[in-house]
């Protein structure tokens, strides 16, 4: 299968609470990103995380990369119902292959 | 252009017919990428370009799935005899550089229904 494991698979928070979002993957990787997906449009890039990195900020959002672990997690403080959306974690695969591969995301609901 | 262009933004054909799916990268991305997603779930590669050239069309789900691009710019992802488990979001992307390397760029999709 081409989907890695995100989890949890929704989560339903209170708006100005914080959400946290998980990555696994079983490759080595190049890099990292998380993706956002409003509600029937396209995906938007939210942040990229090298390999040889432990934390990442932008924002409101702070990624980190475990790669003992084979994993990632992305964290949206503060969140806003504007955050409604889907986040999804993708990863080159670090062999020959072209394709950049998806997780299967994790359907975030912001209540106001 | 400013974005990844893709039309039409919705298509409904009736089982058996033949679509074209357009996608229009931005300027000057060399690669380019077709996605599926079916509904409520993540994304399924199909091919990918680099230039007009196609290193790996390994996601294409079956002969009935074609895809080219020209003067490395426009792609057409064509879906001949179409079923209804075709029913899907059909995304493109771009990226400025080879594979393995950085983000990609979305367009907004193309929703293909079947009946």
């Known amino acids: 299968s081409q989907q890695g494991e995100e989890d949890p698979q929704a989560l339903s928070i209170q708006e100005g609470e914080n959400a946290t979002m998980n990555c696994s993957y079983k490759?080595?990787?190049?890099?990292l990103q998380w993706y956002r997906q409003n509600s029937g449009r396209g995906l938007v890039h939210l942040i990229l995380?090298?390999?040889?990195?432990r934390e990442k900020h932008s924002g409101r959002l702070r990624v980190t990369l475990d790669t003992s672990k084979k994993s990632s997690s992305l964290l949206i403080t503060a969140s806003r119902a504007a955050d409604t959306a889907s986040y999804f974690c993708?990863?080159?695969?670090?062999?020959?292959?072209?394709?950049?591969?998806f997780g299967s995301g994790t359907r975030l609901l912001v209540r106001p | 252009g400013a974005g990844v262009s893709q039309s039409p933004s919705n298509k409904v054909t009736e089982k058996g017919k033949d679509v074209e799916l357009r996608c229009d990268p931005i300027?000057?991305?060399?690669?380019l990428y077709w996605y599926r997603q079916s509904l409520g779930q993540g994304l399924e590669f199909l091919i990918y370009f680099q230039g007009n050239s196609a290193p790996d069309k390994s996601g294409l789900p079956s002969d009935r799935f074609s895809a080219e691009r020209t003067g490395g710019s426009v792609s057409t992802l064509t879906i001949q005899r179409t079923q209804q488990e075709d029913s899907a979001v059909y995304l493109c992307?771009?990226?400025?550089?080879?594979?393995?390397?950085?983000?990609?760029?979305f367009g907004e999709g193309s929703r293909l229904t079947v009946l």
């Open positions: 300027s000057g991305h060399t690669a």
């Open positions: 993708a990863r080159w695969r670090r062999d020959s292959s072209y394709k950049l591969i």
């Open positions: 490759t080595s990787i190049n890099n």
């Open positions: 995380i090298r390999s040889n990195e």
């Open positions: 992307a771009s990226s400025p550089g080879t594979a393995n390397t950085g983000e990609l760029f």
